[in-house]
């Protein structure tokens, strides 16, 4: 049996690393990650949310209803497309000038559109619908699952690397400074997010999985979305 083919547009490599640990967690079978977005030969499209709305706008550009019907992405088996929940606290005109009037034009719901927190799912619920519109996706395909975790995929990181009881891990889906808090912990638990140091935990982020299920309801969401496109 061949390797199942994934496809993945992500915020960025650190993003990807994560996603990538939690797949090997979770599809029944060993994959190949094409990494759609950031794509290095592709600069023009940037990093972070700007690049995957400028993937999805490029998507709806062609026209088709779901990614699976589009032949210029052939093969794949599952398309993952990953946005942090903590977009909600951002607005068009972050990412350009022209993304505010595109925004209007195509009749995009607005940002900011922040949600209190907790519940996490809140913010996560207006980014997933903001990211459908983006790619002009009335839903997502039967191979399409969205990846937004609150307030952002570190969360997920930390829920499997810090220990039990650790104290950033009390309001984990509702920290905007996680990130920050994780650089700044003492040597022996701090985590930077470079691609070195999220590779070098990467195995430890699937071996895991449970734990951040458990402790991060939107890798629980996730996990769940894969498990129903039955690969």
Not at 13 to 31: G, H, M, N, Q, Y
Not at 126 to 133: C, K
């Amino acid at each position: 049996m061949s390797d199942l083919r994934v496809a993945l547009i992500a915020e960025g490599p650190t993003d990807a690393i994560v996603v990538e640990a939690a797949l090997k967690a979770l599809l029944p079978r060993p994959f190949v990650m094409t990494r759609l977005q950031p794509e290095p030969t592709r600069p023009q499209l940037g990093t972070g949310w700007g690049g995957v709305l400028r993937w999805c706008l490029e998507f709806a550009s062609r026209g088709h209803a779901r990614l699976e019907e589009d032949p210029t992405l052939p093969g794949f088996d599952l398309f993952v497309i990953h946005t942090d929940a903590d977009v909600a606290e951002c607005s068009y005109g972050d990412v350009s000038p022209e993304m505010v009037t595109l925004a209007s034009e195509r009749h995009w719901p607005p940002l900011p559109c922040a949600v209190p927190c907790p519940p996490p799912d809140g913010s996560v619920n207006e980014i997933r619908s903001r990211v459908l519109a983006w790619a002009s996706l009335p839903a997502p395909g039967p191979k399409t699952v969205l990846c937004v975790p609150s307030k952002a995929i570190d969360a997920w990181l930390a829920s499997a690397v810090l220990a039990a009881g650790h104290k950033l891990l009390g309001s984990i889906e509702c920290d905007l400074k996680l990130e920050a808090r994780l650089g700044a912990l003492p040597k022996a638990e701090r985590v930077r997010k470079t691609r070195r140091e999220y590779l070098a935990l990467q195995n430890q982020i699937t071996t895991a999985w449970p734990i951040v299920r458990q402790q991060c309801s939107q890798a629980e969401r996730f996990s769940n979305e894969i498990v129903a496109v039955a690969l």
